[in-house]
Structures are given as C-alpha cells and as structure tokens.
C-alpha cells in the first residue's frame, strides 16, 4: 500500500495492483481497495448470521417470485409464501424498491451464500388469533382466492383458509366442476363443517345454507306416487333418473316393461328423456328411492292370462331356436316357448324357424310370464282349428277383444314409451264378457 501525494495533498489510499520496475511505474486500484473491505465487511455480516435472528435491510430487487434484499454487502431473498399469511399474487403488492424493512432469516447454505429470508414470521400466525368462539356449525363469510376442480379456497381472514368441497357446494349427487358454482374473488357465505385448530385446517359447505330436499322426501315423493323425471345414467341393471336437484331414483330393469325383455336400458330410452315414474319404495337413511315405469300401466299379463289360456289355440311363427327349443312369436307381441319334442309336425318332420304353424297353449304362468306351446299335440288329439277359450270354457268373440289386444301390440312396437291405454279397455270387455 502506497500513499500518493500530489502538490502537497493526500488524495487517496489505493492497492497496488502491479509494479513495473523496468519503467519504474506502479499500478494501483482505489476500486479494489474498496472491494476487498466490502468482502471482508460480508465475511463479519455472514460469520454473524444465525437462524431467527432479525436484521435491517432494504429492497434491493422485486421479481414474481420474491423478493432480493440488501443486509449490508450480504443479499437475502424472500420467497414469495413468506411474504404474508395471506395469499400475494405478485410481490410489488406488498414491497417498493429501497424500501427499509425488518427481516428475519430462516435458512442458509453451509457457505452462507444463500440466505432465505422471511417478512411473514415477524407477525402472530393469523390461525393463533382466530376467534375462540369460531366452531363446526357457525356460519362465516370470506372470499374465493383458489379454484380446483375437486373445490373452491376460501379466506375467511388474512392466512385462514378452508376448503368447500364440490360436494358440498350442492345437493345433487352428480359430480360436478366446482368452477360450476363459484369464481375467484366470489364473496362467499359457508357453513363450518370441520375445524381443526392445530393443523390449521378447515372445511366449509354451501350446501347446508338451503333446504335439503331429503327433509320432506316421504311427504312430496309419497310412495305410490307418480312423478316425471329425467333419465341421467345407466347401469347394467338399471337406470338412474332425477326428480329434481339432489334427488335421484332407481328403475330397475325389471320394472321397464311388462312385455319387453331388455337386456340393457339403453334399448329402453336414452340419457336426457324425460319418463313418468311411479315411487315404489323410499330409503331416508341410505337417500334411496326405488321407482317404476311400468307400474304406470295396468299389467297385460292379467289379461293375456285369458287369451292364451291353457288349451286355446293360435297361430305363431318360429323366431329362434333355444336349447333345441323354439322360441314362438304370438299375437299382441307375446313371445311363448316350445320344447323340442312338441316341434314334430304332421309328416313327422320338425318344425323350423321363420315357419309359421298353429300351436297349443299347454301351460300359462302369469307370475314367470311364461307361455309352452305345442304343435304335436294339436294333430295327437285330432285339433286342427286354431281357438282362444277363456276362463269358464266361454270363447271370446274375437272382434273388440282382438282389436283391443291388437292396439296393444301396435303401441308397444312403435315406442317403447308409449302407452298401453287399451288395455284397461281390454280388459273391462273382457270382465263384462263382451
């Protein structure tokens, strides 16, 4: 180190920085100088450093992540989380350059070259002060901060925070976006459903702020009722419809159709339709209701249980071979079945599909709606004429009873939906013995 004098006065302490003794000239550098005191001014500032403890600094550097301070010749960043309890959106909310602050560390590398600072930590935890009084049941009011699809965030105070499920923002049991009830910045009213203070957690609902429709359900959904719906899903065994927001029932597949056997309910209707359903049985605790649609009618099988009669006749045609069994298509879209040895016709040759033959009806089972049929035995007792007895050995006329029957069978062939209206026609001609 060199002092340099000129005209009498000290201008400056500089380093050396080179000497050339060839030309007898020396380099100094007053900006080393400056350097090296500023390192070594870092080296006591870092050699001091210990976790929790407070310092002075000023802003240096504001980015979207945080925020850079300036501990006297040591940098320090704030990460953004550690800014507030609160949520920030973008550092400048809270912080200016050159701005003066008070600091606390919360971490650094072995060398001390990386120091994480914290703003937040200088404050009482928001959850620490949060109403004693606050428990499951009271009603509170906040703000929507984050939207998820399974929920909705709601800051209820600076750093407090629950969550309102998507499950609890409405009744309905479809699954839904939460982004379909609520947005950010919504002002929100919620009920609290969970509270726990020491993991600082808790769960809101929306829900519980309008009637539950279950409340009430044997009263407007009596059992024996009828009520339109609409169709929103199936299953293999049914199909699942929806009275209104929150209140869905089952229709059994067995409950579709009195006459049409469905393998799957998308051959009965299709996710939208709107059917008349009939409420057969209520479960409150499990939120069940069981419903019918073909209980709306008046079951065909009571009067088919007179026109196909054991020992009447009628005229069929093979549709398919089961088992070696027939599978016989009769008037008014009743489909009955005959074994393999009732097949043998006249000639002693059997019966194929598509052919069209008069068959014996030789057992009838309403409950089973089951019909055997017979070829065979028509030509074994010598019967060739095709005939339709009813109860008490009395034959049908068969003009308005046909045509009734026949009505019948047009109305299930065009929709499957459809009425079956003349079939309480049917059957009072056929009680009156018309």
Same mark, same amino acid.
């Given at each position: 180190?060199?002092?340099?004098?000129?005209?009498?006065?000290?201008?400056?302490?500089?380093?050396?920085?080179?000497?050339?003794?060839?030309?007898?000239?020396?380099?100094?550098?007053?900006?080393?100088?400056?350097?090296?005191?500023?390192?070594?001014?870092?080296?006591?500032?870092?050699?001091?450093?210990?976790?929790?403890?407070?310092?002075?600094?000023?802003?240096?550097?504001?980015?979207?992540?945080?925020?850079?301070?300036?501990?006297?010749?040591?940098?320090?960043?704030?990460?953004?989380?550690?800014?507030?309890?609160?949520?920030?959106?973008?550092?400048?909310?809270?912080?200016?350059?050159?701005?003066?602050?008070?600091?606390?560390?919360?971490?650094?590398?072995?060398?001390?070259?990386?120091?994480?600072?914290?703003?937040?930590?200088?404050?009482?935890?928001?959850?620490?002060?949060?109403?004693?009084?606050?428990?499951?049941?009271?009603?509170?009011?906040?703000?929507?901060?984050?939207?998820?699809?399974?929920?909705?965030?709601?800051?209820?105070?600076?750093?407090?925070?629950?969550?309102?499920?998507?499950?609890?923002?409405?009744?309905?049991?479809?699954?839904?976006?939460?982004?379909? #009830?609520? @947005?950010? !910045? *919504?002002?929100? +009213?919620?009920? %609290? &459903?969970?509270? /726990? =203070?020491?993991? $600082?957690?808790m769960s809101l609902g929306i829900k519980q702020l309008m009637?539950?429709?279950?409340?009430?359900?044997?009263?407007?959904?009596?059992?024996?009722?009828?009520?339109?719906?609409?169709?929103?899903?199936?299953?293999?065994?049914?199909?699942?419809?929806?009275?209104e927001e929150g209140v869905d029932g089952l229709i059994h597949?067995?409950?579709?159709?009195?006459?049409?056997?469905?393998?799957?309910?998308?051959? #009965?209707? @299709?996710? !939208? *339709?709107?059917? +008349?359903?009939? %409420? &057969?049985?209520? /479960? =409150?605790?499990? $939120?069940?209701?069981?419903?019918?649609?073909?209980?709306?009618?008046?079951?065909?099988?009571?009067?088919?249980?007179?026109?196909?009669?054991?020992?009447?006749?009628?005229?069929?045609?093979?549709?398919?071979?089961?088992?070696?069994?027939?599978?016989?298509?009769?008037?008014?879209?009743?489909?009955?079945?005959?074994?393999?040895?009732?097949?043998?016709?006249?000639?002693?040759?059997?019966?194929?599909?598509?052919?069209?033959?008069?068959?014996?009806?030789? +057992?009838?089972?309403?409950?089973?709606?089951?019909?055997?049929?017979?070829?065979?035995?028509?030509?074994?007792?010598?019967?060739?004429?095709?005939?339709?007895?009813?109860?008490?050995?009395?034959?049908?006329?068969?003009?308005?009873?046909?045509?009734?029957?026949?009505?019948?069978?047009?109305?299930?062939?065009?929709?499957?939906?459809?009425?079956?209206?003349?079939?309480?026609?049917?059957?009072?001609?056929?009680?009156?013995?018309?």
């Amino acid at each position: 180190m060199f002092l340099i004098q000129d005209r009498g006065v000290i201008d400056m302490i500089n380093y050396v920085v080179k000497i050339n003794e060839e030309f007898r000239n020396v380099v100094v550098s007053h900006k080393a100088l400056i350097e090296a005191e500023l390192e070594e001014q870092k080296k006591q500032i870092i050699s001091g450093l210990e976790k929790g403890q407070v310092l002075e600094g000023v802003v240096k550097n504001i980015t979207s992540y945080g925020v850079f301070i300036d501990l006297g010749g040591v940098d320090g960043l704030i990460h953004i989380t550690d800014l507030s309890w609160g949520r920030v959106t973008h550092p400048e909310e809270m912080l200016e350059l050159d701005q003066k602050i008070n600091v606390v560390i919360l971490d650094f590398d072995d060398d001390k070259k990386r120091i994480a600072l914290g703003l937040k930590q200088l404050q009482p935890h928001p959850w620490d002060s949060l109403d004693t009084n606050l428990n499951v049941g009271d009603k509170v009011t906040g703000k929507v901060v984050v939207m998820a699809d399974y929920g909705a965030f709601i800051e209820i105070a600076a750093g407090v925070e629950g969550l309102i499920h998507v499950s609890e923002m409405s009744w309905s049991q479809h699954l839904r976006s939460a982004q379909d #009830f609520l @947005k950010i !910045g *919504d002002s929100v +009213e919620a009920v %609290v &459903l969970t509270l /726990d =203070r020491e993991e $600082r957690k808790m769960s809101l609902g929306i829900k519980q702020l309008m009637p539950d429709p279950w409340n009430d359900i044997e009263i407007k959904y009596a059992v024996g009722t009828r009520h339109s719906a609409k169709v929103r899903n199936f299953t293999n065994f049914g199909v699942f419809v929806e009275l209104e927001e929150g209140v869905d029932g089952l229709i059994h597949i067995s409950d579709l159709s009195w006459q049409k056997k469905i393998k799957h309910p998308s051959e #009965f209707c @299709k996710v !939208g *339709d709107a059917m +008349e359903v009939l %409420v &057969l049985e209520i /479960d =409150r605790d499990n $939120r069940r209701i069981s419903l019918g649609h073909k209980q709306l009618e008046e079951n065909p099988w009571d009067v088919f249980e007179s026109t196909f009669s054991e020992g009447s006749v009628h005229s069929g045609t093979i549709i398919d071979m089961k088992d070696k069994s027939g599978i016989v298509a009769l008037p008014y879209g009743v489909e009955g079945i005959c074994p393999a040895k009732h097949l043998r016709k006249a000639d002693g040759s059997n019966a194929k599909v598509e052919e069209t033959l008069d068959f014996k009806v030789i +057992e009838f089972n309403k409950d089973a709606k089951k019909i055997v049929l017979s070829h065979t035995r028509l030509f074994e007792e010598g019967e060739d004429k095709p005939s339709t007895p009813s109860k008490g050995g009395k034959k049908p006329s068969g003009n308005s009873t046909d045509q009734a029957v026949k009505a019948i069978n047009q109305s299930a062939e065009k929709s499957t939906l459809g009425d079956l209206n003349a079939l309480s026609e049917l059957k009072e001609k056929m009680d009156r013995g018309e």
